[in-house]
């Protein structure tokens, strides 16, 4: 009978910190940081951080292959934007704008640019089970999701 009365009292101290858990790990800011991922098979870091006004901004901070050929950094050549396509591949910005919707507990409300295909897709982002970042992008109807590992 004790041992009942002590699970019964422990039990929510239990629930709660367990909540709590889940609510920290699920926390808008939790995105922050440095990412690594692939595209194909090409490696690549990505760093994601806070706007001051709320949102998150990812953008390119290593890219394996960033020299061509003749040596030559690889530019953003197929960015539907003109003025962007002499942006460096190791710097382009992936997304912006990125809100957390925590009624959801995943992060929306923008688009991914995808620079091997010079295209830009609705985005929707949350943790896996296992903790990587999971990023699905979706346009037309058809969908791809990429997974990127948090390295700092």
Not at 8 to 24: E, I, K, N, V
Not at 25 to 50: E, L
Request: proline share 3%.
């Amino acid at each position: 009978m004790k041992r009942l009365i002590l699970v019964m009292a422990f039990l929510p101290l239990f629930c709660l910190t367990a909540l709590a858990q889940s609510t920290l790990n699920n926390s808008a800011d939790n995105i922050v940081g440095t990412y690594a991922g692939m595209q194909g098979s090409d490696r690549f870091r990505a760093k994601i951080v806070k706007l001051t006004n709320g949102t998150y901004r990812a953008q390119v901070v290593w890219l394996e292959h960033d020299r061509d050929d003749k040596g030559n950094k690889i530019l953003d050549t197929k960015n539907p934007d003109k003025k962007l396509r002499n942006t460096p591949a190791d710097r382009i910005v992936l997304f912006t704008g990125l809100k957390y919707n925590a009624k959801k507990q995943r992060w929306d409300d923008t688009k991914i640019y995808d620079p091997q295909r010079g295209i830009r897709a609705k985005l929707v982002v949350w943790f896996t089970a296992d903790g990587r970042l999971a990023l699905k992008g979706s346009l037309l109807g058809i969908s791809e999701t990429v997974y990127w590992n948090k390295i700092q």
